[in-house]
């Protein structure tokens, strides 16, 4: 029997009717579900309830609807568990997602089948360390961005690939990427595309106020170490854009690839650069 968690979305299904149809359907065919409490909770469905950690531990796969930003998310609280995740698109064309709503139920007749494969994504761990003590540590898919935060002046950053010095950067702050993330803010930054089945790290400085600062592509096997220079020694570390960490004095943050994956499950032919030419062409037609 499949075990199937399923994380909804509160803003796009907001009487839970597409959450209720999608667990009717599961259990139709022979399939368990797992909610977490509060969500079981609200589909009056509370013999569906389990612990979040649990519902990662324990399903074989998890369903997630929504968008980019809730699998970023749910990856980095799943990773951990290697459990499989399906995303399913409730909005716009994502790099994430999966499958669009409407073929939903095709996916999953496909995945109880064994019709799928999975992809492993790198994640990236950044530990901040103060005086030889960690005390901080953090797990993201797409980003590790540290940056000036609320203040409109520059920060410089002192920046190590292992104990090797590279550059000390005087800039709005720099992100270290995985592959899954060179299509995000760094690429913003100016930073390169990277398919997102290779296993490595982009460190791209963010408006550096020098001509020769360019995106560095650095080993998984290596780590790099940011130490800000700045009089204050403030900034603001930021997790995939969604988890914000106040750098304090003589902090330094250590980026490298995480002992783990995360896992999506992948049914179509689909391939990254169809997204990519399909995402691109939609960013030229918004800004005409």
């Known amino acids: 029997m499949k075990k199937i968690g399923i994380i909804p979305n509160f803003t796009k299904d907001k009487d839970m009717n597409l959450t209720k149809k999608i667990i009717s359907w599961i259990e139709d065919h022979g399939g368990k579900v797992l909610l977490n409490e509060v969500e079981a909770k609200k589909v009056h469905r509370q013999d569906l309830a389990y612990k979040s950690y649990k519902m990662y531990k324990e399903s074989d796969f998890i369903i997630v609807l929504g968008g980019d930003g809730t699998l970023l998310g749910v990856a980095r609280k799943v990773a951990w568990y290697e459990t499989p995740i399906l995303g399913v698109n409730l909005g716009r064309l994502g790099f994430l997602t999966e499958v669009e709503l409407g073929d939903l139920y095709i996916a ?95 460190i791209t400085p963010i408006s550096p106020h020098t001509l020769h600062a360019r995106s560095v592509i650095i080993s998984d096997k290596e780590k790099v170490c940011i130490e800000l220079e700045n009089e204050d020694n403030e900034g603001m570390l930021t997790i995939d854009g969604q988890q914000g960490y106040r750098l304090k004095k003589e902090d330094k943050v250590v980026v490298s690839k995480a002992d783990f994956c995360a896992n999506f499950i992948k049914l179509n032919n689909i391939t990254f650069y169809d997204v990519l030419r399909k995402k691109l062409s939609e960013m030229i037609i918004n800004k005409e």
Do not use: C
């Not at 992100?175 to 290779?198: D, F, M, Q």
């Open 108 to 202: 999953l007749e496909k995945i109880f089948a064994g019709e799928y494969t999975i992809e492993k994504r790198m994640m990236l761990e950044a530990v901040v360390i103060n005086n030889n003590v960690q005390v901080e540590t953090f797990y993201g898919l797409n980003d590790v961005v540290i940056s000036k935060g609320a203040f409109l002046r520059m920060i410089r950053l002192k920046t190590y690939i292992d104990d090797h010095y590279l550059d000390s950067y005087s800039a709005d702050g720099i992100i270290i990427s995985s592959p899954t993330g060179s299509t995000a803010y760094s690429l913003s930054a100016g930073g390169p595309i990277v398919n997102p089945k290779n296993s490595l790290l982009i």
